[in-house]
C-alpha cells in the first residue's frame, strides 16, 4: 500500500503538464503564500528564521560560483561533499521563512512537498547529467551521495572553489540580495 502510494506520488511530480502549469505560476504562488506568511509571522523566531535562511542562501551562493550548467562537471566546492547541495541550500533557505511563523506543522508539510520535489527533480537532471558527461558523472555519482556528505573527494585545495564571474554569471549574488533584502524590509515592519 506504501509504495503504491509513493508511487503515485512520484508520478504527480513528474506529470509534465502539472510541472509546466506550476512553473508558469510559481511567482504568483511564492507571492500569494509570501503574503500568507507575512499575517503568520512570530517576532519570537525572527532570528532562529534568518538564520537557518541566510545559511540555506550562503550554501546556494558557494553553489552559483562553482557551478557552470552542463559545460563543465561540478565536483568542486560542496559538490565535492555531495551532489546536490543547491537544493539543501534552497530547502534550508525556505524553511527559515517557514520557520518565520513558529508553525512546526507547516514546516513538517513543506518538509514532505520538498522531498518530493526534490527527488524527482534530482532524478530528472542527473538523467541528463548522465548524456552530458557520460562517465565521468558515472564516476562522480560512486563517490558522491546525492544529499548526504561524503568524504571520498575532498581536496582542501577544491573545496574552497569559487569563482565570482561563475557566481555572477548565475546570478548567485541576486539570489543572496534578494534574500537579505526581505529579511530587512521583515525586521522593519515588523520591529515597528
Not at 41 to 59: E, H, K, Q, R, Y
Not at 160 to 185: M, P, Q, R, T
Amino acid at each position: 500500500m506504501f509504495s503504491l502510494e509513493m508511487t503515485r506520488t512520484n508520478a504527480l511530480f513528474n506529470n509534465k503538464t502539472v510541472r509546466t502549469f506550476l512553473l508558469k505560476l510559481r511567482y504568483p504562488i511564492f507571492i500569494i503564500i509570501g503574503i500568507l506568511l507575512t499575517t503568520w509571522i512570530n517576532p519570537d523566531f525572527f532570528v532562529a528564521g534568518c538564520m537557518l535562511s541566510l545559511t540555506g542562501a550562503l550554501i546556494q551562493f558557494w553553489c552559483f560560483g562553482s557551478l557552470k550548467k552542463h559545460k563543465i562537471l561540478a565536483d568542486k566546492g560542496l559538490y565535492m561533499l555531495v551532489r546536490n547541495p543547491m537544493y539543501l541550500g534552497r530547502y534550508f533557505l525556505l524553511c527559515g521563512f517557514l520557520l518565520l511563523t513558529g508553525n512546526v506543522w507547516i514546516m513538517l508539510v513543506f518538509t514532505v512537498v520538498y522531498y518530493f520535489y526534490m527527488v524527482n527533480r534530482v532524478k530528472r537532471e542527473e538523467s541528463n547529467l548522465r548524456k552530458v558527461f557520460g562517465e565521468a558523472y558515472n564516476d562522480y555519482c560512486r563517490d558522491v551521495k546525492q544529499f548526504v556528505p561524503s568524504f571520498k573527494r575532498f581536496n582542501r585545495r577544491s573545496f574552497w572553489y569559487f569563482k565570482w564571474k561563475i557566481c555572477l554569471e548565475n546570478n548567485g549574488h541576486w539570489n543572496l540580495a534578494s534574500v537579505l533584502f526581505i529579511y530587512v524590509v521583515l525586521y522593519f515592519f515588523y520591529s515597528a
